[in-house]
């Protein structure tokens, strides 16, 4: 009896230390998402339209994962650097297989918030089967643009808000 409580002792903790190191990760990458896009924000703000090229490449900085993209106030994308076909496209109206408006939550945290969370599911690169993704987004200052920047994890909203605030 001893043994099997011991061996679930040890099962229960190293359990908690992986939920914990992942915990951490996961937290460790989001401030560095959110870093990212306030970075992005504040370059644009600085240097206006001119700047959205530096946007569209793949290579450069804002092209790096996590890559930012740029849309307007009304949903049209205008910078993309993983996927230029999307630029000048309205997203507003398209939902996700969940049937999430993800785009026109962008637009309205832009307006509202200025900044926040929002998630939906997306494709990764090369993929067909979408993935749940939890982007940050934050309205460039005096400009008609926002920024944003996602990644794959599997954790919700409110637990994001939770670990690293609004």
Known sequence: MKKKFMFGFAVFTLAAVFAVSAH??????????????????????????TALEEFNDKNGKWGQEPYI??????????????????????????????????AQEFVEIAKTKGKGWSEYWWNKMGEKTPSHKISYIMRVPNREMFVGAGIYEEVSKQEVINMVGE
């Open 24 to 49: 951490a990760a996961d937290k460790d990458n989001l401030m560095k998402l959110k870093v990212k896009v306030t970075d992005a924000a504040n370059y644009l703000s600085e240097k206006g339209e």
């Open 69 to 102: 993209f740029v849309y307007n106030l009304f949903g049209v994308i205008i910078a993309h650097p993983n996927n230029p076909n999307l630029i000048g496209k309205n997203l507003v109206g398209l939902k996700d297989v969940k049937g999430n408006l993800f």
